[in-house]
Nanobody, 125 residues
Framework: QVQLVESGGGLVQAGGSLRLSCAAS????????MGWFRQAPGKEREFVAG????????YYGDSVKGRFTISRDHAKNTVYLQMNSLKSEDTAVYYC??????????????????WGQGTQVTVSS
């Protein structure tokens, strides 16, 4: 069984920064592609960023390009999302997902096999 635990969310003013972490654990966990998604009230889950198994390939949603950076540390089995220049529209619950089989991240939430419980990010204007 794979467990993902997100942390780092909170309340921040517009223009500020936060760094989210997603720590993965599990006896048989193999670090394949990982992704960050977010879901605001009344909206569908939205792709934010994804990173390949090697870390050499990253994808970003259009709304966060140039502001957010995804990275991973294999030694710690952790994926990070550095969020800069935050806007009120970034307010959402952020989830990390792990893909059991793909090495390249997918932008579809259906492709991910494991999810964390989510961490709330609130950006005040």
């Amino acid at each position: 069984q794979v467990q993902l635990v997100e942390s780092g969310g909170g309340l921040v003013q517009a223009g500020g920064s936060l760094r989210l972490s997603c720590a993965a654990s599990g006896r048989t966990f193999s670090p394949n592609a990982m992704g960050w998604f977010r879901q605001a009230p009344g909206k569908e889950r939205e792709f934010v960023a994804g990173i390949s198994r090697s870390g050499g390939t990253t994808y970003y949603g259009d709304s966060v390009k140039g502001r957010f950076t995804i990275s991973r540390d294999h030694a710690k089995n952790t994926v990070y999302l550095q969020m800069n220049s935050l806007k009120s529209e970034d307010t959402a619950v952020y989830y990390c997902g792990a893909d059991r089989s793909r090495g390249i991240p997918s932008v579809s939430s259906d492709s991910y096999d494991y999810w964390g419980q989510g961490t709330q990010v609130t950006v005040s204007s």
